[in-house]
């Protein structure tokens, strides 16, 4: 929610449509979000749309009359404010976070990481949503499905649906955007286990009466830390050495610098390695096959011969 306020206090007049289009989300799930923001008369947030200019401001300037629309104009009353606002999309921030390192030490720049993390909300349970990667434009979804969703886990209702032809009955958790799928994931306890659901291949979703408790100390980006990918399944170690061909090293950096791992240069820089714990063995594995000779893997020993089994295969076609 603060990411929608944000948008419209840097762009006054910007309309429902667009604030869906760049929180990368579907027009119900924002006028949810709209709506809940309107309603918080305790927080008295100065927010009113193309809809009042017949009515005089005053006081009560979340007072929002009739119902609003994907054309609707929203404003936020910032007169009193001392900041110049900015107005970064999501994809725009998650930049500038990945350009600033999370061990930097400069005041100035924590602070500026700070306010970008705060403003994003990622860290905060409340929204029960999560972005993994950098944000990009999302696959068409059902809109009713990700409110029923969060309705849920809201009311902490569990949830029933079919998936893959199978029926289930799960604890929700949260809401995950994986930007490299370009797709929105359920993360929910199923048989006693956390799993993720692509949401677009949700049929038949149903809130269901039954309450569960959802865990205290449960945290989305916490749980997704150690997945590459969004894959589930038990952690697992590896050791990878990389050879620096191409341009391999930073490829390396950039695509494990948000994960806490351990690169050691070895040989006086002639080679990387990579340690890490992990989960997803799948996404893993393409990712390891996308540096060809420049990588191998030492361990798991099965996860190299599997490696070595699909090179083999690869080799067959030629």
């Not at 007049?13 to 008369?41: F, R, S, V, Y």
């Amino acid at each position: 929610m603060e990411r929608i306020l944000a948008l419209i206090e840097a762009e006054p007049g910007i309309t429902g449509q667009k604030i869906a289009e760049a929180c990368a989300a579907p027009w119900p799930m924002i006028k949810n979000d709209l709506d809940t923001i309107m309603l918080a008369a305790a927080n008295h947030i100065p927010l009113y749309t193309d809809q009042d200019e017949n009515s005089e401001l005053d006081d009560d300037l979340d007072d929002i009359v009739g119902e609003i629309t994907p054309e609707t104009k929203f404003y936020l009353d910032t007169y009193n404010r001392k900041h110049s606002p900015l107005h970064l999309t999501v994809g725009e921030a998650l930049q500038v976070l990945s350009s600033v390192n999370s061990e930097e030490k400069r005041p100035t720049l924590l602070s500026l990481r700070q306010k970008i993390l705060h403003s994003l909300d990622l860290d905060s349970q409340g929204t029960f949503r999560y972005i993994k990667g950098n944000m990009t434009t999302a696959a068409e979804v059902d809109s009713e499905v990700l409110i029923l969703i969060e309705g849920a886990i809201s009311k902490r209702h569990q949830i029933g649906f079919t998936y893959n032809s199978l029926s289930m009955t799960a604890d929700p958790l949260g809401l995950v955007y994986y930007s490299r799928l370009r797709q929105w994931y359920l993360s929910a306890v199923n048989d006693s286990l956390i799993k993720t659901f692509n949401v677009s291949k949700i049929k038949d979703l149903k809130e269901l009466s039954k309450s569960y408790i959802y865990p205290e100390s449960f945290s989305l980006k916490a749980e997704l830390a150690p997945r590459w990918g969004i894959e589930f399944g038990q952690p697992f170690k590896v050791k990878v050495r990389f050879l620096n061909r191409s341009q391999t090293f930073n490829k390396v950096r950039k695509d494990v610098a948000h994960r806490e791992c351990k690169l050691t240069d070895e040989n006086g820089g002639a080679s990387l390695l990579y340690e890490d714990t992990i989960i997803g063995r799948n996404e893993f594995s393409v990712w390891i096959l996308g540096f060809g000779s420049a990588a191998t893997v030492l361990e798991p020993l099965d996860l190299r011969d599997e490696i070595i089994a699909r090179v083999k295969a690869a080799l067959g076609n030629y």
